[in-house]
């Protein structure tokens, strides 16, 4: 059971947010990562098209053999992007947590641009109190 | 706990195969010309040009009459998304519900065509396997994911044919469903059939006992509402 790391991606699929947690998946660099990212978004407007019967959210879980990700959509189009183990259950109350320290630490932040990359170490101490090393 | 629809999808990225049980949302016919293959889902084909499009039941439209599509195998079309009616006359395999689509299903239809749609959904699970594949660096595939409207399950074979299944979001990992659809109905009626081209890029895999050993399967799983 263990976290490997945490995104977040703003409304128009730009990473802003990205930390590493216990060791599991590749070490890629920052480039990797937002290309992954802006795919992720892509994948997430697409997958709500496909639904076979009318209306469906954009994608929550994505399943591999050995890590999942967990993804929070919020009202303002804020995704919250978990990696954990295939056996995390707390996946989504995490998510849920960091959306309310996003919401204190960043948001409220009257020296933070919205939608640009997050530099706040307040939004740094709040995730690492809230998911420590990653391993639980 | 129900099952939506399967897609078979080819090693060249062309839809193979098409079924569908319970979809509300009825995908429209293919654009004609679109690069729907024949021979993939008798009801999904492109319409003639030349015949009119409005009337279900008009003779050259009926999906009883098979001398207008450019299949070269008999398809039948088993009337899914109603309650399966036991064939009564024998040939052919599955009786052919008079009026295709279910009345209401819009003729246009606020879904995608139907090439359209496997495209993108070849286009999902292929981003998807990249994705897994880089993030974890090893040679991992991509399982499944889950929407609050309907979980799509992956199962890959090592000849590069792709089983896609739709199903409710509760559903346990369909694995299992989509490997026994592989090594039952399609290694029998598709891959032993003589007269079925497998890997040609012109024509789908469906003919009729193909379609109906697939459909006996699925409804007789028990996750199969």
Redesign the interface.
Known sequence: MAIFGLWVINKAGGLVYQRDFAEG????SSN?YLV?AG??H??HA??????????????????????KMTILLTATGTKFVL?TSIAETSAGAVLQRVYEAYADAVMKNPFHTPEMPIRSEGFDARIVALIGTGHT | MTI??LYIFDRHCNCAYYH?W????RPRRANEGGGLLQGVSHALAPLPASAPASAPGTPITSPRNTLGAGAGVLVAFGGAGQPQQEPQSAPPLLQTQAGGMPPSAPAGGTG?PFDE?AK??Y??IL??R???K?????D???????????K?HLFETVSGYRFVM?SDPNAESLRFVMRSIYTGPFLEYVVRNPLASMDSREQGVDNEYFRASVDRLVRGLSVFL
Do not use: W
């Not at chain 1, 998946?25 to 890629?28: E, N, R, V, Y």
């Not at chain 2, 319970?22 to 949302?25: G, N, P, Q, V």
């Open positions: 998946l590749a070490q890629l990797e992954l795919t992720l892509g994948i697409i997958t709500s098209r496909l639904s076979p019967i009318g209306a469906s959210s954009g994608a929550h879980v994505i399943e591999g053999e050995t890590f990696l | 939506y629809c569908d319970h979809r509300t949302k995608l749609e993108l959904v286009g999902v981003s998807l990249n994705m897994i880089r993030l974890s660096g090893r991992e595939t991509f399982v499944c994911y889950r929407t609050s409207a309907y799509l739709l």
